[in-house]
């Protein structure tokens, strides 16, 4: 991709005019592409991937109307209300022929859902609490587990190069070995006595390293404690966000992601102070909405913005297709226009590693881009044309 | 115009700290808007709206301010307040006595509850006027209510509540099937007394909850039609299929709310109504539904092919029409109350925020003031 | 492909008058003018609305004929002319067999607890027409199985549920457009079910469900007391109730009694309720069992009341019913054998499940000729409708009901590939 004004265009190449054009929206927090009792299954666990529960045969309708909105690509989970959903993938909404052409990321993040209702019943208190200490429990084990594999993948590393080591050496004296032993067994046989085979000792050092138990989900957790999977908590409670980041504050490298965040206006500065992101869901929710969203509020973005809070926008698997429409109404309800694009765009690309490829118009990334006659985010401005991976898969001929 | 109601009749709840905006002493108040929405889809550039003790005395673009009258300048939209048609807020498990399946005379003035903190959450987003109906599970639930939010019922029996579907249904009494509720109703309104002798000569109107099948609201649209009755149709998302008929028996309807899920058919729906100029409003479901619902619904038609003004329309003027109160608010004009939300934006956009609400002339909230400054 | 021409059928349908398109649409031959005639010029005829024609190898009749390589011609949404031994000309439909489109007597379309008022057992004037919902998807599922007709009842719940509602299975939006005027039909069940809800007052709090019947013989109870007040409120009009008339006419043999009545005890129940009312002069019920899984083991009090059958879906265990009936395959030889009358019924199956043709075919593996399993679903469940003058067998004159087979009806490895319901394809084998 290239990026400016006064460029060439190359031969063969098709020529799109708009007013204003911006990189495609990506939902953090979405379900579009999963099948769907993937995403509400409570028995998944700190290993399983979203990978496995991707469905590319969903009905087109839902794909279609997420790109016309101009959403792009989305973050999945499997199990998204269980308390450990398993790690996560990032896949493009554009219409594929296979699995492999929808994933934009295989492993995204770790997921963890703290003090979520399950069947309309919200969790007692000292469940909560616990459920909490369990999760920083899990990261602990996470990080020893990697200690513990990296300690070994040192032994044997420096076993394999004694072992080297001493083969050579005994290559070297074999010839002279086998020279004694011989002489050693002449000489026997002509005093008549027996001739005892040496025992050949181990060489205490030379003791190949023990393997350490294996954990499918102990790796995962080393991955998050290591900084290299984010972790995604679904939170919602004051109480136990404090307990959250009290108990993670000593993991240097963990990279923490709150999504909810109902209550987080409460902990903004430390949110803030560590630079953790919080996906929020700007929907409008009833008096049946669950325990946790009690003090759900529209404003919530607005103001976690104005505290320095980054700030990313999410549909939690409620229609990724109405994410702009919400982001507009996050923004009536105080949230900085500025601030709510790059909630779509640059802060999901940076939360998520993906920087590289998608989230802003650079040259080299991927081509997913939206073409509108006005600023986005406008209640009079339409995406005319959505582009993904450089197709052009929405274009004001093809809608109806 | 304060009509006298049954319940704290006299006190007109504010919601923040009252600021000398009040007109209710008899000052004068005006109010100029950089666009001013009338609510027949005139718009009026630098508008400047008039009013003293509740009511609207001057309304134009040139409107002379009387001397000694506080003039406001908004720079953003003003428009009238906005109306929610089938609401329950305040009023959980007081509005449905389910018992009987006919209660004819139950009044839905007596479930008002002006400072219930549902009511008083409507306000913040912009919607001054609401119609207090009863839930879906009586055969027929009651005379409905109009009110202003946090202040007073002003009409009392605006909608005779009648479930003519499923909803109407119970196990465990009387009618079980619709053949049953059929029966009843056809009986009630065949020798009709009482408020059913009013509903079919057509002096009250009746809210028809047909259900949410497509058979049961062509049932409901026959039923309205056999007995001359005049209403609206509520609760189904298939109202927009039925559009010619539905103005074929000169009925209105009021769509539900948005959600992801039904989105589409109350979307398609509301282009339908809008096409066979069959008169919609909104019906949000407070409190099941956050009032913000209420106008993204309206966005949410208005992405799906509606006209930014008929929404409008739909939210204030002609939804004040078929509740109606046409002749007291839902629109910026002479001798209507003084009913107005001040935008940071247009009405319609979701993206707008709501600065002020005016009920019958005082400033009964206010947004908090925030020093980031515009969102444009 | 079904479904395309199933909504242009519909569309067809709907706006009239239509002509059909996908088919060529041929002159009948006229007839050369007579000499005799002056000088005229020949009339030539405005081709008429839902003209079409099609050809089969074979015609299963019903009337106990197999015409070959039929030339069939509907017109008007009626059978002008079926003429055998034609080749079939040039873009006509053409299919192997054709027969009347089926019956099903107990195809189960209500609206569930919907369709039943419950508030009391007895409900002998409800109508269930007012529940039905003719934009339920499983209409247009039984069309597909070659099922033109059916007979919708009341969820069975109450002792007395109302009465049932003949219509096609595909047709006009509209339920009083659609059903068929035949003979009226009074539903009602004996057996366990109608007292599954009810339970005694005491030790609970009371709803309306605390009340007799509890028990079979309190399902008997109310059926006789029902009929006994109704008599009782002819004599006494301070004693009539909404239904008093309804039950007269059942008395009067005006309006058929359809009781479904799955296992023994319950059809001798419903014959020797029948006979009660003979004995006590109260009239003659006709009486017709449904589900009456378990008539093969006493055929005998079915045969001195000439009662007539409706047989439940076979099961492969042969268990049927909540009460755990037994159906043999070969009930229906039996009864036919006895010389009752027998129709056969698949209890709204789609699809993919064992259709009301699958239970022809069952019923003729046990025992049962193809004409007699014709009779079943066709002209037998038709005479039970009072209509057999419009449904039930294929000759001039009779509704262009058809169902198109693409091989010997009933057979394993035959299926229904095209429906025709007054004349409209419904379903395209093309």
């Known amino acids: 991709m290239q990026v400016g004004s006064d460029l060439t265009i190359p031969e063969g190449a098709r020529l799109i005019e708009g007013d204003v054009v911006c990189a495609g929206f990506m939902d953090p927090w979405g379900s579009l592409g999963m099948n769907a009792a993937a995403v509400v299954d409570m028995g ?11 469905d590319p045969y969903i009905d087109p309708w839902y794909r279609n109307r997420a790109l016309a909105a101009g959403v792009t690509a989305v973050r999945v989970q499997a199990g998204m209300a269980s308390v450990r959903g398993g790690v996560g993938a990032v896949l493009s909404t554009a219409p594929a022929a ?8 295989r492993d995204s993040n770790a997921a963890a859902g703290l003090g979520l209702s399950s069947r309309g019943k919200a969790p007692d208190v000292f469940a909560r609490i616990g459920a909490v200490d369990k999760l920083v429990g899990d990261i602990n084990s996470g990080r020893d587990y990697s200690i513990v594999h990296a300690k070994y993948a040192r032994e044997m590393e420096a076993w ?4 080297a080591e ?16 011989d002489k050693e067994i002449a000489e026997a046989k002509e005093d008549d006595k027996e001739f005892k085979e040496e025992k050949y000792k181990e060489d205490k050092l030379l003791k190949r390293p023990k393997l350490p138990k294996q954990d499918v989900e102990d790796a995962v957790m080393a991955r998050v404690a290591s900084g290299e999977l984010p972790l995604v908590v679904t939170i919602h409670r004051a109480a136990e966000m404090r307990e959250l980041l009290k108990g993670t504050a000593k993991f240097k490298r963990l990279r923490l992601v709150i999504a909810g965040g109902t209550e987080a206006e409460a902990v903004a500065d430390q949110l803030a102070a560590r630079s953790i992101p919080v996906i929020v869901r700007p929907i409008p929710l009833g008096a049946n909405r669950p325990d946790e969203y009690s003090g759900h509020d529209l404003a919530l973005a ?12 999410g549909s939690s698997g409620g229609g990724s297709a109405d994410l702009p429409l919400l982001a507009t109404l996050a923004i009536g309800h105080g949230l900085d226009r500025d601030k709510a694009l790059a909630a779509l765009t640059t802060e999901v690309a940076r939360t998520f590693d993906l920087s590289g490829e998608l989230g802003s118009l650079r040259p080299g990334r991927r081509a997913d881009l939206l073409v509108l006659d006005g600023e986005p985010l406008l209640p009079t401005t339409t995406v005319r044309y959505v582009l993904s991976g450089g197709r052009v898969l929405i274009s004001p001929d093809s809608q109806d | 115009m304060h009509t006298n109601a049954l319940l704290l009749a006299s006190l007109a709840f504010v919601a923040s700290a009252p600021t000398s905006a009040s007109s209710s002493e008899g000052d004068a108040l005006a109010i100029r808007a950089e666009k001013l929405h009338v609510g027949d889809g005139t718009v009026i550039e630098n508008g400047i709206v008039v009013f003293e003790a509740g009511v609207i005395t001057e309304v134009g673009k040139g409107a002379p301010v009387p001397k000694g009258v506080v003039l406001i300048e908004h720079a953003g939209h003003l428009s009238a307040g906005l109306i929610a048609l089938r609401e329950h807020a305040g009023a959980v498990g007081e509005s449905n006595d389910s018992t009987r399946a006919v209660m004819d005379e139950a009044d839905l003035s007596y479930a008002y509850r002006p400072n219930h ?6 306000l913040a987003e912009g919607i001054t006027t609401f119609v207090l109906a009863p839930r879906p599970g009586s055969l027929v639930g009651g005379l409905c209510a109009v009110a202003k939010t946090g202040s007073e019922v002003i009409s009392r029996r605006a909608y005779l509540s009648i479930c003519t579907g499923a909803n109407g249904l119970t196990s465990n009494r009387f009618p079980t099937s619709l053949q049953g509720s059929q029966a009843e109703l056809e009986r009630r309104f065949s020798w009709p007394r009482g ?3 009013t509903a079919v000569k057509g002096e009250l109107p009746v809210m028809l909850d047909g259900g949410s099948s497509r058979t049961e609201v062509q049932h409901a649209i026959a039923f309205a039609r056999r007995h001359g009755l005049k209403g609206i149709l509520v609760g189904s998302t298939r109202l927009g299929e039925m559009a010619a008929k539905i103005r074929a028996a000169g009925l209105g309807v009021a769509l539900s709310s948005y959600s992801p899920s039904t989105g589409r058919r109350v979307v398609e729906g509301a282009v339908a109504l809008a096409e066979m100029q069959v008169p919609f409003g909104f019906a949000l479901g407070s409190p099941n539904n956050h009032p913000a619902n209420l106008r993204l619904t309206a966005a949410a038609c208005i992405r799906g092919g509606l006209k930014s003004g008929e929404a409008l329309k739909a939210l204030t003027s002609t939804a004040a029409r078929l509740a109606g109160v046409g002749d007291k608010v839902g629109s910026i004009q002479v001798g209507l109350a003084a009913d107005m939300v001040l935008w940071s934006g247009e009405p319609t956009d979701p993206g707008s925020r709501v600065m002020a609400v005016y009920v019958d002339g005082d400033e009964v909230f206010r947004a908090e003031d925030d020093e980031n400054g515009d969102d444009k | 492909m079904i479904w395309t021409s199933f909504l242009h059928a519909a569309c067809l349908t709907l706006c009239a008058p239509p002509l059909q398109d996908a088919v060529v649409v041929e002159q009948p031959q006229e007839p050369e003018a007579p000499k005799a005639q002056p000088a005229v010029a020949p009339v030539v005829p405005v081709v008429p609305a839902a003209d079409l024609r099609l050809h089969a190898e074979r015609v299963y009749t019903g009337t106990g004929e197999i015409l070959k390589n039929a030339l069939i011609e509907v017109r008007d949404g009626k059978i002008s002319s079926v003429r055998p031994g034609r080749s079939a000309p040039e873009g006509v439909l053409q299919v192997k067999a054709v027969t009347a489109g089926m019956i099903d007597l107990s195809a189960r379309l209500h609206s569930n607890f919907n369709s039943v008022e419950q508030s009391t057992e007895v409900q002998p004037h409800l109508d269930v027409a007012g529940s039905v919902d003719l934009h339920d998807k499983r209409f247009a599922r039984l069309a597909r199985t070659g099922v033109t007709t059916v007979l919708v009842n009341p969820l069975d719940r109450n002792v007395i549920g109302g009465r049932g509602v003949a219509l096609k299975t595909h047709g006009p939006m509209e339920v009083e457009a659609r059903r068929l005027n035949g003979r009226p039909i009074l539903r009602g069940a004996i057996g366990s079910e109608p007292s599954a809800a009810n339970h005694a007052a005491f030790g609970r709090p009371t709803d309306f469900y605390s009340r007799r019947p509890t028990t079979r013989m309190g399902v008997e109870w109310e059926w006789r007391k029902a009929f006994f007040d109704a008599v009782a409120a002819k004599r006494l009009p301070e004693k009539d109730f909404p239904g008093a008339e309804d039950l007269r006419e059942a008395l009067a043999g005006k309006r058929t009694v359809m009781i479904q009545a799955w296992t023994t005890q319950d059809i001798r129940t419903a014959v020797y309720l029948d006979e009660e009312m003979q004995r006590e002069g109260f009239g003659d019920l006709d009486l017709v069992i449904d589900a009456g899984a378990e008539a093969w083991k006493e055929p005998g009090i079915l045969v001195r009341n000439s009662t007539i059958v409706v047989l439940p879906p076979h099961t492969a265990g042969g268990r049927v019913g909540s009460d755990g009936a037994f159906l043999a395959w070969n009930t229906a030889s039996l009864l036919v054998g006895e010389g009752l009358t027998v129709c056969l019924s698949a209890h709204g199956a789609g699809p993919g499940s064992a259709t009301l043709g699958h239970q022809a075919g069952f019923a003729m593996r046990g025992g049962l000729s193809f004409d007699q399993a014709l009779a079943a679903v066709t002209s037998a469940p038709a005479s039970v409708l009072g209509l057999s003058e419009r449904l039930g067998t294929v000759h001039e004159g009779m509704d262009a009901d058809l169902a198109l087979w693409n091989g010997r009806p009933f057979a394993a490895t035959s299926r229904v590939t095209g429906v025709l319901i007054d004349g409209v394809i419904v379903v395209d084998p093309r």
């Open chain 1, 44 to 54: 998944t666990n700190a290993a399983t991937r979203a990978t496995d529960g991707v």
């Open chain 1, 98 to 105: 296979d699995l492999e052409s929808m994933i934009l990321l």
């Open chain 1, 160 to 163: 394999n190069k004694a072992i």
């Open chain 1, 166 to 181: 001493a083969e050579a050496k005994l290559e070297k004296d074999f010839k002279k070995a086998k020279k004694d032993r």
């Open chain 1, 302 to 313: 607005g103001r976690l913005a104005d505290a320095g809070v980054r700030v990313l926008l």
């Open chain 2, 117 to 122: 903190s549902e009511v008083q959450g409507l």
């Open chain 2, 195 to 197: 408020v059913f002798a």
